[in-house]
């Protein structure tokens, strides 16, 4: 297992135009600067006080994207540095990235998750909520959407994921301002590519497989 390797490896493996988010969660600061050195810039925390913690130890040229679920009170943890929100999924959240960014001086790009997967665990919009949050983000000068997230369920049937993401990918391919699709994991980016992904959110096919 070898962090610089597996970054070139997924690189090479992909078109230039995807973004990799790398994501760091449960590893440690030195796992990130070997990423780091690597030329990997984009870094993934699903938690706000592990990444104010590592935004803390690391080099100012990161862009933090948070990927996790976001709890309204932990927003001013993470408005000064925070680069995107991938898992908007309420007004209310909407509202207070809006103050915090504002109390900032900043603009937070946001995308705003979309629940494709079957399982009713997971977070996100329904598809025909998304017209609605799009002019109601218009409301909010410090806010950008600047795109989708999905994640598919949780299974090893390749065409159901193949559909879910084709599915968030036709809604994204309706709205000609958004420039960001992220959409695919370790298990499934090739198909997210296939199907139109612009930003994929990779953990243990960076990092490892991770302990907990
Ligand atoms: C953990 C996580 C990932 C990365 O998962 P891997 O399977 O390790 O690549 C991607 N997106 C979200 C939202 C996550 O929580």
């Known amino acids: 297992m070898n962090i610089e390797?597996?970054?070139?490896?997924?690189?090479?493996?992909?078109?230039?135009?995807?973004?990799?988010v790398a994501v760091s969660k449960t590893k440690p600061v030195n796992d990130?600067?070997?990423?780091?050195?690597?030329?990997?810039?984009?870094?993934?925390?699903?938690k706000v006080q592990e990444m104010v913690a590592k935004f803390e130890k690391l080099p100012k040229d990161i862009e933090w994207h948070m990927i996790g679920h976001v709890q309204t009170n932990k927003v001013k943890y993470m408005a000064s540095f925070v680069n995107t929100i991938h898992s908007v999924d309420s007004h209310k959240l909407l509202k207070e990235i809006q103050k915090q960014a504002f109390k900032n001086n900043r603009k937070i790009k946001c995308l705003i998750q979309i629940r494709?997967?079957?399982?009713?665990?997971?977070?996100g919009i329904e598809p025909s909520e998304l017209n609605d949050y799009l002019n109601f983000s218009k409301t909010?000068?410090?806010?950008?959407?600047?795109?989708?997230?999905?994640?598919?369920?949780f299974t090893d049937d390749q065409n159901q994921i193949r559909n879910e993401f084709r599915m968030l990918s036709n809604l994204y391919d309706d709205f000609s301002d958004l420039k960001a699709l992220s959409m695919g994991m370790s298990n499934d980016y090739k198909i997210g590519i296939e199907e139109g992904s612009t930003m994929i959110r990779i953990g243990s096919k960076i990092f490892g497989e991770r302990n907990f």
């Open 116 to 123: 494709i997967a079957n399982e009713d665990t997971k977070f």
């Open 140 to 153: 909010l000068p410090n806010v950008k959407i600047t795109g989708l997230m999905g994640m598919a369920s």
């Open 32 to 46: 990130l600067i070997k990423a780091y050195r690597a030329g990997q810039r984009i870094f993934g925390e699903n």
């Open 5 to 20: 390797n597996n970054i070139s490896n997924l690189k090479n493996s992909i078109p230039d135009y995807v973004d990799i």
